[in-house]
């Protein structure tokens, strides 16, 4: 199964990012979201940011994934 996850963009150059969960920090694509600033949420999925989520939503989204026990090692 692939899932999209929301990760913060903790530092970006161009079109590429870092963004964080918990302890995990992935390099991301950030082209499909050119508005995206440091800080906002993002979802990502398969290594590129494919929408900017406000924090809100990404936190929704986090409680859930861990109340299904989806996010192992985060």
Excluded: W
């Excluded at 950030?30 to 939503?57: N, Q, T, W």
């Amino acid at each position: 199964m692939c899932l999209a996850v929301p990760m913060e963009l903790v530092s970006m150059d161009g079109f590429r990012g870092v963004a964080k969960l918990g302890e995990v920090s992935r390099e991301v694509n950030l082209m499909l979201v050119p508005e995206v600033k440091l800080g906002e949420f993002l979802i990502i999925h398969a290594g590129c940011a494919i929408s900017v989520l406000d924090r809100d939503e990404a936190q929704k989204t986090l409680d859930t994934l861990r109340s299904a026990n989806l996010l192992d090692g985060e």
